[in-house]
Each structure stands twice: as structure tokens, then as C-alpha cells.
């Protein structure tokens, strides 16, 4: 098969062990179900390792182990100048350290051709050596399905978790679809008969939640007298004479008829454009209908609920097909999760957003917790109720440090906005370590270093912007 995924995949088939390290989110334990499910499915001899960024003290703790092989998923371009003395793969959607992704991206054309051939120790899957976008191409857990795929063409029926993972990362917001090599992932998904694509109305919990409150927390849609108004959203559908139980039970949008649809649709059309809740839908039509685990925007919440409460295993378990305790373990910390966003939206808004010339901040302390501050600014950029005229960047207490997260736009990201580079430079100025992508990405940094921090963000974001 193509160069990089080829070759990777021999040298993870050649191994006696691999040891799999992931990030905690969405993105991360989807990436880990796949690699985790091709190791055994070829009966490789392995272990997982989840954790929030790769830092000198996690590299340090992971060369003390000694690992034979080690299989980068979602995480690892960015810090290869760290992995002397150990050898494995990378599938990663992440920029790579700059100079290496500019030397490997030429005369690169797809993301197949690309051979990492001047690393002797790590084979490299990832869409910025070829000049793409790792924002929108293609996931970690993408990444992580090209090379296992590779394994065995049986390997295809992973194509859903891929798709969980582009969608837990947003890669569908910008064009309401997944676009580049997601859409190869998702003709193997739907071929294999592990994925359905509709379109559809497209907000958050179509299989789960009540219409009425599906349409409520449409905090994107911002509709005067619906969108947080529970009476209005009753109302709403009630007006249009769809009836919002069955019996004793609250309906879903899945619950109801293709006509009720169109008619609420048609509806929400003349209040907001179409394209604002209209675009692909991603079903797992392998899974029980009504639940989290049908639908790939609730799926992928459902692992952000395991990553960012210390508990990326269970998500993986989930992943990995356990639908016993794992999955009850998985439910409760989605409920929690839930209740933890709306309060922690709150708490910023109460904190208030601090302007500067290029950026905007909210430094939430410890009343936030630092694994969802990133979730919870994102959410609050989009709501409508922020500046989305300058980038923001969320700080919050860590056990290392400050947890800086950064959110943009499509349009800033047009203008030359390139999150991923401001967080790498100020970070390492400062001593500490940043990176992610062009829209979105992180830093830890010192206690000592937040007001340096934030003005060379504003500086360098000032220069992108210029």
C-alpha cells in the first residue's frame, strides 16, 4: 500500500512488543481504540499510555521504561527533538517542528507519498509533511486507521472510530462535512457498513436528548426567545404541532418522522440560515439507536468525558467495543462532564474576558479545571457572547504549571492566524512547551510567566495578523 502507512505498519508487525502512547482527548482515545484493536487483532503483545502533552518530564518517565517500539497516536510530531534513543512510529495530525515539516513537505503531493526516510527512528504519518492541513485532512485517529488498515484490509470496519475522532477535533464545523483524506476514511467506513452518512440537521444530542432541549442548547444557533429559553423551545416545536413525547418519553430528533423534520427545518430556516444547522450527520448504524454511542458528535463527547476526567482507559475500553461496565463507568462521567461545562461557562463569563491589542484572555485560576478550560473557551467563543475579532487564550492552575488554551476562527486563521506557532514560540521562550494547530492549540508555562506570556502572544499574533 502507499509508502508511509506501508511502512509503518511493517515496522509495528516486526516488533515482539509495542508500547502506544495517546492523548487524552476525543481525538487521542479514539486514536488508541485503533491502534489498541489492530494490535490485536494481529495478536502484537502491548500497552497504552494516555497523557495530556508530551513534555520533557513525560518523555524522561517513558525512556525509563525502556520501550522496544513505541507507537505515537495523536500526539508526537512536535516533540521529536526530544525522542533520542527510542525508535516507532508517529501518526499525527499535529505541525511537526517546523523545519522538519518544511524539509519533508517537498515535492509532496498526497499524503501517501510521503517517506520519512531521513528518520531513521520514527516513521512519520502526517498530513503537514505533505503541505496539508491537519486542522481539517484528517484526525490522529485517522492517521492512526491509514496505518492499521495497512495491517489488514479487514482493519477497514475501524473506519467509525477515525470518523470519531475528525468529529471529536471539529474537523466537520468549518464546511459542516469532513473534507481531504476524511473522506476516503468515511467511503471505507460506509462500505465496511460501520458508518451512515446523512444529511440532516446537525446540532448536538439528535439521538439523546429531548428536541426541545436539543434545540435550547443550540448556543450556536443564538435565536432570540429559543436558544436558552426552555418555554421557547417548547413552544416552538409545539406550534408546529410536533408532539414532544411518546407516551411517558421525551423525543429525540431521531424519534421523529422525515416529515416532522422538514417541518422544524423549514422552520429554523426562516429564523437563521440553513448551512448555521444543516450539513452531515456521521451514524454508527452498528450501535443501539437513542444512545451516545450511535452518533459521532455524542460518541466523541462520551470520550472527552473519560479523557478529561482521568480516565482515557475506559473511553478506549468503550472503544475497543466493552458495552458492560466501561460503558456505565463511561455514562456517569458524561453526566458529570455535562454539568461540569455549563457551570465551568458560567464561571468565565462571571470572570469576564481581559482585552489586549491582538488577543483577548480569562485567566480562570483553579475554578476550572485545566483538561477542559480549552472545551469550555471554544464553547464560549462560539455562543455569540465573546469578541470573535481576536483570538482567545484560557489560563488555568495545573499540577505543572499554567495551562494556557487558544481558540480561533476560520477567518482570523485566513488572515495569517497560526495558534500553533504563537503557543510553540512564546511557551518555549519561557521555557515550557506549546503547539497544536492553526486554530486551536495549547501551552504549559510557569506561574511566574503568564503576563510575558500573554504579551508576547500578542505580539506574535500582531505580526501574523499584520
Known sequence: MENAAKRAAERLMGAKHVTVVSHIDADGVSAAGVASSALDHIGMAHEVIFTKKMDEAFVIKLKAKRPELIWFTDLGSGSTDMLE???????????????????????????????????????????????????????????????????????????????????????????????????????DGENYGVVEVLEDLNLFGRETRPVWKMLQYANDLNIDGITDNYRGSMDFFMELDINLKKGET?????DLK???????????????PVEDFTGEVYIFPLEKKGTELREAKEFATLLNSCGRYDAAELGMKVCKGDRGEALDLAFGLRKGHRKQLVDSIKIMEAIGISQMEHIQFVHVGDMIRDTIVGTVAGMLFGSGRVDDRKPIFALALADDGIKVSGRGTKLLVDAGLDLSEVMRQAAKALGGVGGGHNIAAGATIGPNDVNEFLRMADEIVGRQLA
Open 85 to 187: 534513543g527510542l525508535e516507532g512510529v508517529i501518526s499525527d495530525h499535529h505541525k511537526p517542528l517546523e523545519e522538519k515539516s518544511k524539509a519533508a513537505g517537498k515535492n509532496r503531493r498526497t499524503l501517501f507519498d510521503y517517506d520519512d526516510s531521513n528518520n531513521e527512528n520514527f516513521i512519520t504519518v502526517n498530513p503537514h509533511m505533505v503541505g496539508r492541513d491537519g486542522g481539517t485532512d484528517i484526525s490522529g485517529a485517522g492517521c492512526a486507521y491509514l496505518v492499521a488498515r495497512t495491517m489488514d484490509p479487514e482493519l477497514k470496519k475501524l473506519a467509525w472510530l477515525a470518523v470519531a475522532g475528525a468529529v471529536g477535533d471539529m474537523q466537520d464545523r468549518e464546511a459542516g462535512r469532513l473534507q481531504g483524506t476524511n473522506r476516503e476514511i468515511l467511503a
Open 250 to 254: 421525551w423525543r429525540s430528533w431521531s
Open 258 to 272: 422525515k416529515a416532522e423534520r422538514k417541518t422544524v427545518i423549514a422552520s429554523l430556516a426562516a429564523l437563521v
